[in-house]
């Protein structure tokens, strides 16, 4: 009890030091940031562009509601236009993270690097990265859709409903940020993707507590970007955190982070 109730303030303690590790080392925060503004800018338009139609969409998909008293529908209509756009919002911020890793691996590998020798160096040399596989680069697409589903559900129960869907996307959009951000580090560990899950259900509240504020901060455009470099070395921590490794910063940068 005593550790799960420590693990909630832990996550976010370890992504802060990530913002604190990348600030130390402004060359390698702009090479962290370059990838993830040229894929905000995309999905932001994606966005921006579903705001503008989202309601003709809902009314289209709706017609059964035509019948319906003026408040009940508009009601309705509005919890589903909600839950539709917080769905696209999860995949869309899940997809950021990983299309954003994807260009920048050179550069996100590298600062998880520096993370790791920065606080006591990299893996044991005999530890050999895990093999991905397409279908892993695709599951966490495929899991935000399925987290996406749910919300426009949840998005149809009235009222109740749009909590349910915020509350919903924030921890189901946690976790996967979780889960894709300690994928550098713990590959290199040797660990392939059910093992990596499995470390993190382990401790779930550690995950969450982690994910989920940087999830939030992914869903704010110009927060995002900055948020992705820092994100990345602060999944670096996470991923020594589970293995019991040190993740305290050193009152200097040492000479690995340069």
């Given at each position: 009890?005593?550790?799960?109730?420590?693990?909630?303030?832990?996550?976010?303690?370890?992504?802060?030091?990530?913002?604190?590790?990348?600030?130390?080392?402004?060359?390698?925060?702009?090479?962290?940031?370059?990838?993830?503004?040229?894929?905000?800018?995309?999905?932001?338009?994606?966005?921006?562009?579903?705001?503008?139609?989202?309601?003709?969409?809902?009314?289209?998909?709706?017609?059964?509601?035509?019948?319906?008293?003026?408040?009940?529908?508009?009601?309705?209509?509005?919890?589903?236009?909600?839950?539709?756009?917080?769905?696209?919002?999860?995949?869309?911020?899940?997809t950021f993270v990983s299309v954003t890793l994807t260009i920048g691996s050179p550069f996100y590998e590298r600062i998880s690097s520096r993370a790791d020798e920065t606080?006591?160096?990299?893996?044991?040399?005999?530890?050999?990265?895990?093999?991905?596989?397409?279908?892993?680069?695709?599951?966490?697409?495929?899991?935000?859709?399925?987290?996406?589903?749910?919300?426009?559900?949840?998005?149809?129960?009235?009222?109740?409903?749009?909590?349910?869907?915020?509350?919903?996307?924030?921890?189901?959009?946690?976790?996967?940020?979780?889960?894709?951000?300690?994928?550098?580090p713990l590959s290199a560990r040797g660990y392939d993707l059910e093992g990596r899950r499995r470390e993190l259900r382990r401790r779930r509240l550690l995950a969450l507590s982690f994910g989920v504020p940087a999830y939030l901060l992914c869903l704010i455009p110009v927060v995002?970007?900055?948020?992705?470099?820092?994100?990345?070395?602060?999944?670096?921590?996470?991923?020594?955190?589970?293995?019991?490794?040190?993740?305290?910063?050193?009152?200097?940068?040492?000479?690995?982070?340069?």
């Amino acid at each position: 009890m005593t550790r799960t109730l420590r693990d909630l303030g832990t996550g976010p303690r370890l992504l802060l030091r990530g913002f604190v590790l990348v600030a130390r080392t402004p060359r390698l925060l702009l090479l962290g940031l370059l990838p993830a503004l040229l894929t905000a800018l995309l999905l932001v338009s994606v966005v921006v562009a579903l705001l503008f139609v989202v309601g003709d969409l809902v009314t289209w998909a709706t017609p059964f509601a035509d019948d319906w008293s003026s408040g009940v529908r508009s009601v309705v209509r509005f919890a589903l236009a909600a839950a539709l756009v917080g769905g696209v919002v999860v995949i869309g911020v899940i997809t950021f993270v990983s299309v954003t890793l994807t260009i920048g691996s050179p550069f996100y590998e590298r600062i998880s690097s520096r993370a790791d020798e920065t606080l006591g160096g990299p893996p044991e040399p005999n530890s050999e990265p895990a093999p991905g596989t397409p279908m892993e680069m695709l599951r966490p697409i495929l899991t935000s859709v399925g987290v996406a589903l749910l919300a426009v559900v949840l998005g149809l129960v009235p009222v109740a409903g749009t909590l349910a869907v915020a509350v919903t996307t924030a921890v189901g959009g946690g976790w996967m940020m979780s889960l894709q951000l300690t994928e550098t580090p713990l590959s290199a560990r040797g660990y392939d993707l059910e093992g990596r899950r499995r470390e993190l259900r382990r401790r779930r509240l550690l995950a969450l507590s982690f994910g989920v504020p940087a999830y939030l901060l992914c869903l704010i455009p110009v927060v995002a970007i900055v948020t992705m470099p820092a994100a990345v070395a602060g999944g670096t921590l996470l991923a020594r955190e589970l293995r019991g490794e040190p993740t305290a910063l050193p009152v200097r940068p040492g000479r690995g982070w340069r």
